[in-house]
Nanobody
Framework: QVQLVESGGGLVQAGGSLRLSCAAS????????MSWFRQAPGKEREFVSG????????YYADSVKGRFAISRDNAKNAVYLQMNSLKPEDTAVYYC?????????????????WGQGTQVTVSS
């Protein structure tokens, strides 16, 4: 059974930091781009950041550029999201996802595997 399991979410004050982790099991994703999405209450799920197979290419939504950093460890079959300078508008459930392709894609339909999500709440 293929699973993506996120961890590291929580409650943090504005300006604080969190590091999200996503551990994959059941298969390896060394040939798949990996991304983080988020969904706030009443809003659609949106792309946050993606990383290519090798990790040499990354992409960020404008709203998080300069504050978030994505990385991956293919040996551990894991992907991470370091979130700094958090703002109340970053509050959402964050999801890890594995793309069907080796290159970063921004559309949800290109992702076959999703985690269950981890809640991030940023207080003002």
């Amino acid at each position: 059974q293929v699973q993506l399991v996120e961890s590291g979410g929580g409650l943090v004050q504005a300006g604080g930091s969190l590091r999200l982790s996503c551990a994959a099991s059941g298969r390896t994703f060394t040939n798949n781009a990996m991304s983080w999405f988020r969904q706030a209450p009443g809003k659609e799920r949106e792309f946050v950041s993606g990383i290519s197979v090798s990790g040499s290419s990354t992409y960020y939504a404008d709203s998080v550029k300069g504050r978030f950093a994505i990385s991956r460890d293919n040996a551990k079959n894991a992907v991470y999201l370091q979130m700094n300078s958090l703002k109340p508008e970053d509050t959402a459930v964050y999801y890890c996802a594995a793309a069907r392709f080796s290159s970063i894609v921004l559309v949800r339909t290109a992702y076959d595997y999703w985690g269950q999500g981890t809640q991030v709440t940023v207080s003002s």
